[in-house]
C-alpha cells in the first residue's frame, strides 16, 4: 500500500520568507510526527498529533514554528520568517496507534530537504 | 544529558566480520525499544524492536539490559548493504519515542 508522502521534496527559499510543508500520513495511522534532521545529526523531534488529543508542541523551536493535522490526516508544518539555520530535511512519521510492540513502528515519509538562502 | 546517547562513530568493518554497538537511556521507566536503520539521504526505517529476552532477526541480534540501561545490536558476517547509521529509539514513560543521534557503520570489502 501507500506509504507516507511529503511534498514538496526540496525547497529553495530566501531568508524571511514563509514555508509550508505537507505530510499525508498511512490511510488509518492515527499517530503523526515532524522531526527535523540536520545534515549528518540526529532526529530532532517537533511536533506529535495523536487522534483527537492536543498535540504534544514540546519541541518546536521557536514560535515561527507551527504544524496543524486536519481531518485527522493529512498535516502541514509551517515555518514563518525563515532563517538559515532552519535549513535541514523535515522529516515526518506515521504510526498506528497503540501501546506497544509492532504498533509503535514508526514509517517515515522521504522528507523535504529545506535550504534557506 | 541526552535520554538516548549513542557512540556515533564510525565503526569501520571488515566484510564477514562482526560488530557490536551500544546504545544508553537515561529514563528508568522507559517501555520499548527499537532499532532504526537510516541510509545515507534516505528515511529511517525499523530495523528490529528490542525485547527483554533479547530477539535475532537473521545477522542481528538485539539485547536490552534494563540495569544497566542499554540497548545493544549485534551484526554478524557483515555485508556491504549493512553499511548506514543505526538509530537507537526508546520509548520514554509518557509514550514519545525518543532517538539517538545514530552510529555509523561503515563495511568495506
Known amino acids: 500500500g501507500a506509504g507516507v508522502s511529503q511534498s514538496p521534496s526540496n525547497k529553495v527559499t530566501e531568508k524571511g520568507k514563509d514555508v509550508e510543508l505537507r505530510c499525508d500520513p498511512i490511510s488509518g495511522h492515527t499517530a503523526l510526527y515532524w522531526y527535523r534532521q540536520s545534515l549528518g545529526q540526529g532526529l530532532e523531534f517537533l511536533i506529535y498529533?495523536?487522534?483527537?488529543?492536543?498535540?504534544?508542541k514540546s519541541g518546536l523551536p521557536s514560535d515561527r514554528f507551527s504544524a496543524e493535522r486536519t481531518g485527522g490526516s493529512v498535516s502541514t508544518l509551517t515555518i514563518q520568517r525563515t532563517q538559515q539555520e532552519d535549513s535541514a530535511v523535515y522529516l515526518c512519521?506515521?504510526?498506528?496507534?497503540?501501546?506497544?510492540?509492532?504498533?509503535?513502528?514508526?514509517?517515515f515519509g522521504p522528507g523535504t530537504r529545506l535550504t534557506v538562502l | 544529558r541526552k535520554e538516548v546517547e549513542q557512540d556515533p562513530g564510525p565503526f569501520n568493518v571488515p566484510e564477514g566480520a562482526t560488530v557490536a554497538f551500544n546504545c544508553t537511556y537515561s529514563n528508568s521507566a522507559s517501555q520499548s525499544f527499537f532499532w532504526y536503520r537510516q541510509d545515507c539521504r534516505k528515511e529511517p526505517k525499523l530495523l528490529m524492536s528490542?525485547?527483554?529476552s533479547g530477539n535475532e532477526d537473521g545477522r542481528f541480534t538485539a539485547q536490552l539490559n534494563r540495569a544497566s540501561q542499554y540497548i545493544s545490536l549485534l551484526i554478524r558476517d557483515s555485508k556491504l548493504s549493512d553499511s548506514a547509521t543505526y538509530l537507537c529509539?526508546?520509548?520514554?514513560?509518557?509514550?514519545?519515542?525518543?532517538f539517538g543521534a545514530g552510529t555509523q557503520v561503515v563495511v568495506t570489502p
Open positions: 528490542v525485547y527483554s
Open positions: 498529533f495523536q487522534g483527537n488529543s492536543a498535540p504534544d
Open positions: 529509539v526508546v520509548k520514554n514513560s509518557w509514550g514519545k519515542l525518543q
Open positions: 512519521a506515521s504510526s498506528p496507534r497503540g501501546e506497544g510492540g509492532r504498533a509503535d513502528t514508526q514509517y
